[in-house]
């Protein structure tokens, strides 16, 4: 918090340094543009008392004089934007050529699942070195196998997935599928094998069609079409303006979050990736969505190796194996049913959120 506050004082004091100088500015610039008009109409008087300029050129002169001072005015307003603009520009720039922090090491492998198991050997996490969140992790995932994840928020589910992913680095133990540390692998190579859908759906400023497509960007209009179908999107698609061409906008501002969601799970059962990772993907439909979803979703689940974190407990109530995360350590583990009888954790969040 002290950081925090440190933080917005040192902006709002660069920020009130800037406004005062261009009101400083400003007022220079009034003042002159002031004088030089008054000086203008004197002369012009003077000229016109001697005859030496017409009403014609009386009223020339002073007409372009106003344009001249108007886009002197406007000087000011231009350079207050074009200081927003660079300092924005400045910020993408630094984040965009800043080195990453996760790097494939020296002579990488390609992931090709044939399996598709999944193992946390004695993963050590922390978001910061002194705060270590997963102590000593360890989760066997069967081929095939549909498990969820469950806990409340801060829990581990998303840190979980984010490991998965590779998006972060474990501090000590491995990550394995099919028995390959995914740190040996190229990172491409490791998300092509695996089709994930977050909670915030992520969307480009394109059409509905490219954005679908990015799942798997060799496939075809109709390939497009058949996903879409089956994420129950078409309906709401071909009713937009432009139908699979309509401009969705930056993260599809355009849409609800629903149609962004189903969007999402679009792109996903085009993608068609041995593994399956769902991070509160059905979190903004409402329940008669996702009923007829479920049945399109297990469809997609078939033959594949399956991680669903959800706080609705309907989405992985069907799950082969459901694990109860608690501060960074799973707490239990079984079927529904079990985790019913046997987890007041799980109970809980049963009565809680079921609905």
């Known amino acids: 918090m002290q950081l925090l506050n440190r933080s917005l004082g040192e902006m709002n004091l660069s920020f009130k340094k800037k406004e005062i100088a261009f009101l400083k ?4 610039q009034g003042l002159y543009t002031s004088m030089l008009v008054s000086a203008m109409l004197c002369l012009l008087f003077f000229l016109r008392v001697k005859n030496l300029v017409t009403v014609g050129d009386f009223a020339l002169i002073l007409g372009l004089s106003s344009q001249i001072t108007d886009h002197i005015w406007n000087c000011t307003e231009i350079m207050h934007r074009i200081n927003g603009n660079s300092g924005m520009c400045g910020q993408y720039i630094t984040y965009v050529l800043s080195p990453t922090e996760v790097k494939d090491k020296n002579n990488p492998v390609s992931l090709s699942v044939k399996r598709g198991n999944i193992s946390f050997n004695h993963v050590v996490f922390g978001y910061h070195e002194k705060r270590i969140f997963f102590h000593d992790l360890n989760l066997e995932i069967l081929p095939n196998e549909k498990i969820g994840l469950v806990g409340h928020s801060g829990s581990g589910k998303t840190t ?7 998006f972060y680095e474990p501090v000590s133990g491995k990550i394995c599928i099919d028995g390959t540390n995914i740190g040996e692998l190229t990172q491409d190579s490791l998300r092509m094998n695996i089709s994930f859908i977050a909670q915030d759906a992520i969307l480009f400023h394109r059409s509905v069609l490219e954005n679908i497509k990015y799942g798997c960007i060799n496939a075809n209009d109709d390939d497009v079409i058949r996903a879409a179908k089956r994420a129950n999107a078409h309906e709401f698609i071909k009713d937009l303006r432009f139908g699979y061409d309509t401009v969705i906008g930056e993260r599809g501002v355009t849409l609800s979050g629903g149609q962004r969601q189903r969007i999402a799970i679009a792109r996903a059962m085009l993608k068609n990736a041995p593994i399956l990772v769902m991070d509160e993907a059905t979190s903004q439909l409402d329940s008669i969505t996702e009923m007829y979803l479920q049945e399109t979703l297990d469809d997609l689940m ?14 992985i109530a069907k ?3 459901i694990f109860v995360f608690d501060n960074g350590a799973i707490k239990n583990c079984g079927s529904h049913d079990y985790l019913i009888q046997n987890c007041d954790t799980y109970k809980q969040l049963w009565e809680k959120l079921r609905c």
């Open 302 to 315: 078939k033959n594949k190796t399956v991680i669903i974190a959800a706080h609705r407990i309907s989405t």
């Open 319 to 321: 799950m082969d194996r």
């Open 25 to 28: 500015i400003a007022f220079s």
């Open 160 to 166: 979980l997935i984010n490991l998965l992913l590779r």
